[in-house]
């Protein structure tokens, strides 16, 4: 009896979900959601032409382009972003000797915050290597009062903590421009809003990084453009959100060939264990 009694109940509970499933479906095709203003102008995320060095199971980071990213974001994003999960000794990664990580940490314009052990008093001092990069303000309230209430958020993940991730990253640089004439008056930037149509609501605090060519000096002659900037420093920040990526890769790599040459030697043995043997 508890059985047929569990049975009907379970019954029922599948019937109100397939009926609540098919009317929903009906609903949404008879009264489709209406397209708003935010998605008939969002635009995809686009990497660079050529992509990036990193991509694809074969890619591998340029060093000579992190170096020039990492001087981006040093000489534009620094102002605001903190990179607070990296270390500057992690910049030997990049092609960095010892000596010019200690002064890039010894000469980095936001000191780390300490305790003086003679009066126990907060104070601050210059960064050393093993120190990560510091936060560029104490806390959120005093970030956002910095940006229009805007809290500039922290760039070491940030190309995998956004849909689309390093494309997003560089379009989202690249993008800024004026807001085309059919907008509607509601959607358009207010004041200190700028408008980019690779942001979710199109209009976002942040005022574009990247103004003009040749904003940076590239050490290695390279033509600092705005795109290979944006470029660059995205190269920089799929390192710092993944600096193992190029070990990863190899593992893979080692990984599945061990499994293939595996997979061959157990067939073989199959066959010269079971040879004889009828089946």
Not at 5 to 15: E, H, P, R, S
Not at 38 to 57: I, K, M, Q, V
Not at 187 to 210: E, Q
Not at 254 to 279: E, G
Request: aromatic share 12%; net charge negative.
């Amino acid at each position: 009896m508890v059985r047929v009694i569990g049975f009907l109940v379970g019954l029922g509970f599948v019937f109100v979900l397939g009926f609540s499933l098919i009317t929903g479906a009906i609903n949404y095709v008879s009264n489709p959601p209406a397209e708003t203003v935010e998605h008939e102008f969002h635009r995809h995320a686009h990497a660079p032409e050529g992509g990036f060095a990193s991509d694809g199971p074969f890619g591998r980071f340029d060093r000579q382009q992190l170096q020039r990213g990492f001087q981006v974001f040093k000489e534009v994003c620094a102002a605001c972003h903190s990179l607070q999960y990296v270390a500057f000794r992690n910049l030997t990664d990049l092609g960095f000797t010892e000596p010019e990580v200690d002064a890039i940490a010894d000469q980095w314009q936001i000191q780390v915050p300490t305790v003086d052990p003679e009066t126990g008093e907060e104070t601050t001092r210059n960064a050393v290597a093993a120190d990560r990069f510091p936060h560029v303000y104490p806390n959120e309230t005093a970030g956002r009062a910095a940006n229009n209430n805007a809290y500039p958020p922290d760039l070491s993940l940030i190309t995998k903590a956004r849909e689309g991730g390093a494309a997003y990253t560089y379009s989202l640089l690249t993008g800024y421009q004026d807001p085309p004439e059919d907008l509607p008056e509601a959607n358009r930037p207010g004041t200190g809003l700028y408008y980019n149509p690779y942001f979710a609501n199109l209009n976002l605090a942040m005022p574009p990084p990247l103004t003009a060519d040749g904003q940076v000096t590239y050490a290695d002659g390279t033509e600092a453009t705005i795109d290979q900037m944006a470029e660059d420093v995205t190269a920089f920040l799929i390192w710092t959100a993944e600096p193992k990526l190029e070990a990863r890769k190899s593992t893979g790599w080692a990984v599945l060939i061990f499994l293939v040459f595996a997979t061959v030697l157990a067939w073989l043995a199959y066959q010269n264990v079971w040879r004889d043997q009828k089946h």
